[in-house]
T-cell receptor, first 114, second 113 residues
Framework: QKEVEQDPGPLSVPEGAIVSLNCTYS??????FMWYRQYSRKGPELLMY????GNKEDGRFTAQVDKSSKYISLFIRDSQPSDSATYLC??????????????FGQGTILTVHP | KAGVTQTPRYLIKTRGQQVTLSCSPI?????VSWYQQTPGQGLQFLFE???????NKGNFPGRFSGRQFSNSRSEMNVSTLELGDSALYLC????????????FGEGSRLTVL
């Protein structure tokens, strides 16, 4: 079983829809939780960053972390065609053997059609 | 502020050859990490360097190595290339390397024939 599980989709939604992306994990040592967006033939771009549990909002994007359930989510409101990309959840522990080491989900391919 | 720069962007090698990839981090970032991305395995951590020292290493064979220079620029090397080494190699930088806030370059796409 992988440390981080993410439904690869693909997910196709109409413009304006609310998108919900999720990941579950098994390693309770994870402290940092990220969402990255990756366009085709580009490197991942940091979208949301959360330390420990809680919610974080940035424009149309909301990230939620529930450490008790080992579950993280990303919500995209009023989705746009430009949101079409692969969304990767990523997690990291703290200190020591965690330096620079993110554990990624497989990524969810999202298509927002006009 | 310039982002993470990786060179070359694309390269083709044959089995048995070796390859060196280069990464220039964001100015002020002292931590550089390397990742391999393949369709089957996704993004996998290779290693992390900070102040010219390797602090962390992923589960890859010894054919994969790296180094970091005093100006924080980093290189990774893969020797005795195998077909399975075909992948997108991504470099990421972070100020101290102790948070998950990594900034990635666009990657070097390696094809091994």
């Amino acid at each position: 079983q992988k440390e981080v599980e993410q439904d690869p989709g693909p997910l196709s939604v109409p413009e304006g829809a609310i998108v919900s992306l999720n990941c579950t994990y098994s390693n309770s040592a994870f402290q940092y939780f990220m969402w990255y967006r990756q366009y085709s033939r580009k490197g991942p771009e940091l979208l949301m960053y959360t330390y420990s549990s809680g919610n974080k909002e940035d424009g149309r994007f909301t990230a939620q972390v529930d450490k008790s359930s080992k579950y993280i989510s990303l919500f995209i409101r009023d989705s746009q065609p430009s949101d079409s990309a692969t969304y990767l959840c990523a997690m990291m522990g703290s200190g020591g053997t965690s330096y620079g080491k993110l554990t990624f989900g497989q990524g969810t391919i999202l298509t927002v059609h006009p | 502020k310039a982002g993470v720069t990786q060179t070359p962007r694309y390269l083709i090698k044959t089995r048995g050859q070796q390859v060196t990839l280069s990464c220039s981090p964001i100015s002020g970032h002292r931590s550089v990490s390397w990742y391999q991305q393949t369709p089957g395995q996704g993004l996998q951590f290779l290693f992390e360097y900070f102040s010219e020292t390797q602090r962390n290493k992923g589960n890859f064979p010894g054919r994969f190595s790296g180094r970091q220079f005093s100006n924080s620029r980093s290189e990774m090397n893969v020797s005795t290339l195998e077909l399975g080494d075909s992948a997108l190699y991504l470099c990421a930088s972070n100020r101290e390397g102790n948070t998950g806030e990594l900034f990635f370059g666009e990657g070097s796409r390696l094809t091994v024939l």
